[in-house]
């Protein structure tokens, strides 16, 4: 049995989607679902004029998190069905993603690339569209939007994934954009690049 225990993580209650059956451990569970994300990330990030071509739309959504976890998981990519301990009602998932591209054309039109960002970010893991991951293909999300903008990938703060005081800083900070007080949060993000 593989334990899920960190603040701020969907707890697993059924691994029987797991593809990899040799996985015993969260360390070796960690490290496959890490192998698979970067292999995404190299295939979204590496070639400009693929990046150029992202639409921020559902398709996009489902095949990132597939991308992101589908040599690890069987149902990455699919919307979940039922209730995580965060997120929108599951039958409220399509018409919230929908919701959100309509927000995020306004946003970039209207507020600053940091603004948007920070809503962005914070409204995909609100969404929590899928059973596990969010955290991950949220933060993907966000990097490819901000690179597809002409702007740098966010640090989040070093390795967020594992315990530390930077993870517990992030959970935090969208615990207060779910008050809607985003200060925190965009503080967060972009630490490095505010003066």
């Not at 400009?48 to 040599?71: T, V």
């Not at 069987?74 to 997120?87: E, L, N």
Request: with cysteine; proline share 2%.
């Amino acid at each position: 049995m593989i334990t899920f225990d960190k603040e701020g993580e969907t707890p697993l209650d059924d691994i029987s989607g797991l593809k990899l059956k040799k996985i015993t451990s969260r360390k070796e569970l960690d490290e496959a679902e890490a192998q698979n994300i970067l292999k995404a990330y190299i295939h979204y990030t590496l070639i400009p004029s693929k990046l150029k071509k992202i639409e921020f739309n559902l398709s996009l959504f489902c095949k990132l998190h597939k991308d992101m976890l589908g040599d690890v998981w069987s149902w990455a990519g699919d919307f979940r069905t039922t209730q995580t301990s965060i997120g929108v009602p599951a039958h409220r998932i399509h018409q919230s993603l929908y919701q959100l591209q309509d927000d995020l054309k306004f946003w970039q039109k209207e507020w600053d690339y940091q603004d948007t960002t920070t809503h962005l970010h914070h409204t995909l893991v609100k969404i929590h569209p899928f059973i596990n991951g969010n955290g991950r293909w949220a933060r993907l999300v966000t990097d490819l939007w901000l690179l597809k903008m002409g702007h740098e990938a966010l640090s989040w703060g070093g390795n967020i994934t594992q315990v530390s005081v930077s993870r517990r800083a992030y959970i935090r900070s969208l615990k207060e954009a779910d008050e809607g007080v985003y200060d925190g949060l965009k503080t967060f993000m972009f630490e490095k690049k505010q003066t």
